[in-house]
């Protein structure tokens, strides 16, 4: 394909993505495929000549389509929004083009994950400069790490790639952690001879969008020497907007923060930012320097080398797509964005609330609504099977005190009104053929 | 933006990439900013009102461009290939549209960290079956890992993350590991009461191209239970040719192995391909598995769930650009790709070979050639630095046996005969100017 093709195909690309964009709500939000599917729709060996552009399009529709779960659809709730927008596509395109690789973005797993191996390093070089008879091996067997029960899994998972002790701090009644619960356990950890180095708040959670109590936890992680880092993956977007920022009162005393313009800031994916207090903790943590890699201005302090910031050498332009949607929304179009999809949140709670059946189990912050039906967990499993099975709308679980319960997230950039109404008598129409089953 | 405002603007946008990429030759390859250029011409604030599309663009050209690398520039012999193609271009843009969140692909660079930590896992498993009072800390403490004083940066920083030893084995005069020189260590390194467990090979090493010896290696680690991971993150590629294929004897005993399609095979970045040998073995190292990331068919085999296998949780839709270029390229097309920077590569060994005061420093296999000015390293570093600040083309150095050696690899798509020759001249002409300062 030569540049001239390109020039044709891409037009007819340019048509084809704004037509799928456009129409994406007549397709079923979710696959009705079984796994493997695509073994037998495709050759088991790349093909020896090439194949014609057309045949390649037509097999789009017929063997990619049909195993695709729409994230755009305004039709699914799932897990947490995945951004997209027109001018991130055109950036994308751009940096696809440039193609440049860049050498700290990488995603909120990664930045938790950076995060952590800053504060092992850190925490290690203290203990030894106290007591230099101690062998690295001896700290890193007594070093704690702590987040809350309701954390995300990527941080449990950090622990374990760092190879240190993670305990879960049990959480209040709207499912936040409070100085008072974690300063509980540290008291009886440091008594048994443990070395408390790191805790990771959570503004956001996934399971209910909890905002944990950062300004109580923030001064006690800073007289304890431990390092506090902020996931904010899924909420840090909304704290464009004035009325979120109390949320994060304590900022201040984190040594990192990372939230996820790919999930509410209409950055397609992927996309993650962080921020580093002192940045030579995150760079001595895991600095090399070979000789393919030295340039001039490597310590002129005049640049940030990013890749000491994260765990792949190369990294994508994405501040590149970051830049076009900023300047095509600006601050207004991105408060609009974030402010419709609290209110579709909102107006769904209300429809929960107006039905005596259902119970609200969260406290509604942001564009995430947690509901159930009054009963048992059992009865709720299958509500969720019937809403899968139907196929109409996507949504995925969670566990909260216990309780098997109904995640409903504005995810959609072309979420309406009407299809949270649609959503609700959907999901109301099942309820009510469950119950009368459960009747008979 | 609507999606009429998209189909309008995609399409400018597209040839816009169309023209960047044909007159690609007339930019200098390599920048000509002061680090910081960029603060004083972007706001310091994201604008409040949204900016004209027609500014951005304006934009692009004024304020991105001085700042690019262009590594699709004939001109550009640096590191090592990123690929780029049309059709992959073509599928990133569908790519970007549907935007869903796949969750085995990261970098090489993360290939080789959850090799590593798979292998940690299983070693530690072994231990404590044989020995059950010894603790988790006291085993980590005498693991050691293995790989080439050539290997890439990014596998001692593995070890550093995964909080292991890690011990550089010497090289031959080819700078390849020979099996006797990792057998030497190790019966040293047990002697002393240390467990190795890993050795991570590499085939085309980034300073010279050259590849372990596999063959010899292989039945050493599987005899010494330990894991062997297979970096070929450049050269793999060129295994889609008969002719390179002796090259991968010895992979049969690998555990692990990993490519990178984005260097050599015509895919953009990301794109990188890893296998494993047992995916027990990967997956037990830090599965997790939350609520909200439970499915149907978690259990039943039928599912790969590649976000065991990879740091981040989410990745990007890679395989469907990895599955354009094949169709579009087929095969032959992408064999030919391969041999024809081979062939370029072999065109400028015979030049440097052919000028007396020049001199090849390492074999050239594929598209990678190390030589160097008869002389000091201050030498071929001034050589270097004229290079470098004429801005005509782009190059890195490696360091051989304590010498001080130029790289030139052969990148970009377009690079043609001609581009070797210009090259060959350039570098030839500034030789003769420093030689003749050096004469004075």
Avoid at 70 to 85: E, I, V
Avoid at 166 to 195: H, N, Q
Avoid at 364 to 374: E, S
Wanted: charged share 25%.
């Amino acid at each position: 394909m030569d540049a001239a093709e390109f020039r044709r195909r891409g037009k007819e690309m340019v048509d084809h993505v704004a037509d799928y964009l456009e129409k994406i709500e007549e397709r079923p939000v979710y696959p009705d495929v079984e796994p493997g599917y695509l073994r037998s729709l495709i050759p088991t060996e790349a093909p020896v000549e090439p194949d014609s552009y057309e045949d390649i399009m037509k097999d789009v529709e017929r063997v990619i389509m049909p195993g695709i779960t729409h994230w755009h659809s305004p039709n699914f709730f799932a897990y947490f929004p995945a951004a997209s927008s027109y001018p991130a596509m055109l950036a994308d395109m751009l940096c696809s083009a440039i193609g440049c690789i860049g050498f700290s973005w990488g995603t909120a797993s990664e930045a938790t994950l950076v995060s952590l191996l800053a504060a092992r390093c850190k925490a290690i070089r203290r203990v030894q400069l106290l007591d230099p008879k101690k062998s690295e091996a001896e700290i890193l067997s007594k070093l704690v790490a702590y987040t809350s029960e309701q954390a995300h899994s990527s941080v449990e998972r950090a622990a374990l790639i760092g190879a240190v002790m993670m305990k879960k701090v049990p959480t209040d009644s709207l499912y936040a952690v409070r100085g008072e619960m974690l300063k509980k356990i540290l008291e009886e950890d440091k008594a048994a001879g443990l070395i408390p180095f790191y805790f990771c708040a959570t503004l956001g959670t996934t399971p209910s969008c909890a905002f944990d109590h950062i300004a109580d936890l923030g001064p006690l992680c800073n007289q304890e020497n431990m390092w506090m880092h902020i996931d904010a993956a899924y909420a840090g977007s909304a704290f464009i907007c004035p009325e979120f920022r109390p949320l994060l009162n304590g900022v201040e005393y984190a040594d990192s923060f990372n939230f996820n313009p790919h999930k509410w800031m209409l950055i397609n994916f992927d996309c993650s930012a962080m921020w580093v207090k002192k940045r030579t903790d995150i760079i001595g943590a895991f600095k090399m320097e070979p000789l393919y890699l030295k340039h001039e201005n490597q310590e002129s302090g005049l640049v940030t080398d990013y890749r000491h910031w994260q765990i792949p050498l190369g990294r994508r332009f994405r501040s590149l797509k970051m830049w076009f949607v900023f300047r095509m929304y600006g601050l207004q179009g991105l408060q609009a964005h974030i402010r419709k999809q609290v209110g579709l949140a909102k107006e769904f709670e209300s429809l929960v609330r107006a039905d005596k059946r259902f119970e609200i189990c969260a406290p509604v912050v942001m564009g995430l609504v947690c509901f159930r039906l009054k009963g048992t967990n059992e009865l709720n499993q299958s509500l969720l099977k019937k809403i899968t099975k139907s196929r109409e709308i996507h949504l995925v679980p969670c566990q909260l005190s216990g309780s098997f319960v109904l995640r409903l997230a504005i995810c959609s950039r072309s979420t309406e009104f009407r299809h949270i109404q649609q959503a609700w008598q959907h999901i109301t129409q099942l309820a009510f053929e469950l119950l009368q089953e459960h009747h008979h």
